[in-house]
C-alpha cells in the first residue's frame, strides 16, 4: 500500500514523526481487509496488536511516497505473526514484527481466528 507523507505526519524538521509508523502499519492491516471486500471489524471479530518489535532505519520525509508491505510469517488457532515493512523506493526505513490476536469484541475475549480472515491473511 502506497501511503504520501503529508505535513500532520511530520515533526518541525519536515521528517516523519516516530508514532506515525505505527499509523502507516495499521493502515495497511486495515486496507487488507477492505481489499478483500470485508471490514476490518467484521461479525463482532476483530484483531489486536498483543506485541510489537519495531526498527527506525532511515528518515522519511515530507512528500516521500511510502510502500508499506505485509507479510504473514505465522498463524495459530487464535494469533498471527505479521511481518510489516516501510520502504521509500527501495530503500528500509521502518520495520516491525508484531502479534495481532483474534478478538471477540463483545466478550473481549481471544477467539479462534474464523475462516473468512484465515483466508485473508493466507493472502499476504
Not at 495459530?76 to 511481518?83: D, G, I, R, V
Not at 516501510?86 to 475462516?115: G, H, M, N, S, W
Request: glycine share 4%; net charge positive.
Amino acid at each position: 500500500m502506497q501511503i504520501r507523507v503529508f505535513y500532520e505526519d511530520t515533526d518541525c524538521g519536515g521528517i516523519v514523526y516516530h508514532s506515525n509508523y505505527l499509523k502507516f502499519c495499521e493502515r495497511a492491516r486495515s486496507e487488507v481487509f477492505f481489499q478483500a471486500g470485508i471490514p476490518p471489524l467484521n461479525d463482532g471479530i476483530g484483531f489486536v496488536v498483543k506485541d510489537m518489535h519495531i526498527e527506525f532505519l532511515y528518515p522519511a520525509k515530507l512528500g516521500d511516497i511510502l510502500e508499506v508491505k505485509t507479510k504473514l510469517i505465522a498463524q495459530k488457532s487464535a494469533s498471527l505473526k505479521l511481518a510489516q515493512n516501510i520502504y521509500l523506493q527501495d530503500k528500509e526505513v521502518f520495520r516491525a514484527q508484531l502479534t495481532l490476536v483474534c478478538l471477540d469484541v463483545k466478550t473481549q475475549k481471544i477467539t479462534k481466528i474464523p475462516l473468512w480472515a484465515e483466508n485473508i491473511f493466507k493472502s499476504l
